[in-house]
Antibody, heavy 119, light 110 residues
């Protein structure tokens, strides 16, 4: 069965960086785009970008350009999202989500990783 | 500042039907597929509808989706207390080259 398992919660200081992992299993990792979505406490969903695990190509939301880097390691079927220069308003749950139809629809989601930014 | 617009809340009695609207523009809903998600407290979103009106396997036919022009609608019939959740619409925006979601709608089953 398809599973996306994310790394554990992180606490970071303002200005630091965080790298969240998303390990895929149960399907061909390189066959499906992976998107990253975040949700601040009590707020809605916010799209951050996608990575093509086959080519490594990426597309980031303009809001995160210059601060976010999405990568993958095909040998271990894992996608990564690194966010730098963290601010307090980056405190959120970060999700990876699989897009099987390349239409920005997500059929499987990771369990989420809480990133807390606090001094 | 969500790309798509949803009502903040809707409510209905058990057994009744409810609809949730999602409004966008020609650059997003008007020319791209719409998906709908259910999010229970403390859990990841769950796909209910993709490609405007298709249900993934395992999603009951009480859930339906439709699209007309630059708006989309999620319908839920035979409401159950377990349907109480936040619901989000999502799509791609061709002008922004970015994904986008509505602000979410909280469903209360009275």
């Amino acid at each position: 069965q398809v599973q996306l398992v994310q790394s554990g919660a992180e606490v970071k200081k303002p200005g630091a960086s965080v790298k969240v992992s998303c390990k895929a299993s149960g399907y061909t990792f390189t066959g499906y785009y992976m998107h990253w979505v975040r949700q601040a406490p009590g707020q809605g969903l916010e799209w951050m970008g996608w990575i093509n695990p086959n080519s490594g190509g990426t597309n980031y939301a303009q809001k995160f350009q210059g601060r976010v880097t999405m990568t993958r390691d095909t040998s271990i079927s894992t996608a990564y999202m690194e966010l730098s220069r963290l601010r307090s308003d980056d405190t959120a749950v970060y999700y990876c989500a699989r897009d099987p139809w390349h239409s920005s629809s997500y059929d499987y989601w990771g369990q989420g990783t809480l990133v807390t930014v606090s001094s | 500042q969500s790309v798509l617009t949803q009502p903040p809340s809707v409510s209905a009695a058990p057994g009744q039907k409810v609809t949730i609207s999602c409004s966008g523009s020609s650059s997003n809903i008007g020319n791209n597929y719409v998906s709908w998600y259910q999010q229970l407290p403390g859990t990841a979103p769950k796909l209910l509808i993709y490609d405007n009106n298709k249900r993934p396997s395992g999603i009951p036919d009480r859930f339906s989706g439709s699209k007309s022009g630059t708006s989309a609608t999620l319908g839920i019939t035979g409401l159950q207390t377990g349907d109480e959740a936040d619901y989000y619409c999502g799509t791609w925006d061709s002008s922004l080259s970015a994904g986008g979601f509505g602000g979410g709608t909280k469903l209360t089953v009275l």
